[in-house]
């Protein structure tokens, strides 16, 4: 447990030191439980998105998506249940005051908080749903809840989906955007918070088909946890138990990762039947059936699998995931004992720069895709001969690939900085640059260098960058 916990710090302090992840409203003292993603955080962030949005929307013929209001009317809480039932148990300690989630702890053993045996309230069931209140009066007619899901607003929108778009069964809908649960006990760094983001997907489909569809949607899960380079044996699938699913379910499976704090879910997959649409039609009195559009007398709810995905646990199983720590070769000059006091001038100089001796290295191995600095562009020294070229080149790069330039420290702390941040290739600027046109590529795996000419570098890194592994 230690080690791991070790590890979790190791990546929490990663997160802040570069600029991946940090403490929201840090110079107020922070607020508890949220988090503020900073350069590096928020383009890792946009990469699982896009790739997301690109892979289930616009690879798929049969999908499309929407982008819905936070703050919905009241009245689709109520008929999706939420309001009476999305809650947790709540104990808290008579002793220290601590609240916990009643299904999270042994309650017949002692607080884990303040150690005291047998004092624990009653558990009572806590809505998890964040209120506000629209216009200037806080009084009850205008309370409203920030969504806590994404879903709803599928299934309030299906007919209007429906109808502008003409899909015919089964199709999807698809939302990617901010949720709010008032958890009861957030933490884990983002694993779990009061705000956070969801990718979700309903797809709507004829009842005989739902064994096979959650199959196809179960197999689309998993290409995609591969995708985020995740590996198999970090992952299990858990299939929920009758019983223990939600009453309208035939079927749930729980993905879970196996974070440092434990083997915690990061995904769910469920079949929905057809609850959702029959709730809101019940509560609204619109008609949302579908008329097969080839029997137009046949009118029926779809039913629906729903893969659910949060943004932030993707974030955090693919830091954890590809966090690395190494044992690498110093670079190192002959008679020079630290690669922080060798700085190569010349082409030569920079290949002769051998990594050798023991260091530790940090190597977020990402795949390319996932990135959030494709290349780095480090000219040597802050000389003007060289920024007169590496500048123009960092322009130039940008315009094709998230970039970034830095001149300061030694070439070794620099490659280390960008191994750090899972940066796949830096682009070195040397005095035989002025001469030759030509650069130095390292690459983050295998740590080996090449040499290319400025003209073609555009091409070279496009294809290299567009490589699977
Ligand atoms: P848990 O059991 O961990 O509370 P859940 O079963 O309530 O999760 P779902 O309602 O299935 O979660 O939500 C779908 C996905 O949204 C989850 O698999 C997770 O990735 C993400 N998610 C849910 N709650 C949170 C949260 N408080 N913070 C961050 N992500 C969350």
Known sequence: MDTSMNFMDAIISLAKRRGFIFPGSEIYGGLANSWDYGPLGV???????????????????????????????PKVWEASGHLKNFTDPLVECKK?????????????????????????????????????????????????????????AMFVNFKNILETTRKRLPFGIAQIGKAFRNEITPGNFIFRTREFEQMEIEYFIEEKEWEKQFEHWLEEMKKWIKHLGISEKNVHYAEIPDGERAHYSKRTIDIEYEFPFGRKELYGLAYRGDY????????????LRYTDPDDPKNKFLPHVIEPSLGVDRTLLAVMLEHYHEEDVPTIKKEGLSSDSAFVATSAKETALAKEEGDEKRVVMRFPKWLAPIKVAILPLSKKEELSKVAKPLYEKLSESFVCEYDETQSIGKRYRRQDEIGTPYCVT??????????????????MKQERVPIIEIKEILKDKLSQIL
Not at 50 to 66: A, L, N, P, Q
Not at 115 to 139: D, R, S, V
Not at 429 to 446: A, E, G, H, K, M
């Open 429 to 446: 600027v040397d005095f035989d640059s002025l001469n030759d046109n030509s650069v130095t590529i390292r690459d983050r795996d295998t």
């Open 276 to 287: 959702d649409l029959k709730q809101h039609m019940d509560s609204s009195g619109v008609d």
């Open 96 to 152: 220290c005051h601590e609240r916990f989630r009643a299904d999270q702890i042994d309650i017949k053993k002692l607080c884990p908080k303040c150690g005291a045996e047998g004092m624990f309230t009653e558990a009572k069931q806590f809505n998890l749903m964040l209120k506000t209140f629209l216009g200037p009066a806080e009084e009850q007619a205008n309370t409203v809840y920030f969504r806590p899901e994404t879903a709803q």
């Open 43 to 73: 383009e890792l962030k946009n990469n699982i998105k896009t790739e997301w949005w690109k892979r289930f929307v616009h690879s798929r013929t049969d999908m499309v998506g929407i982008d819905a209001a936070l703050l919905m009317n």
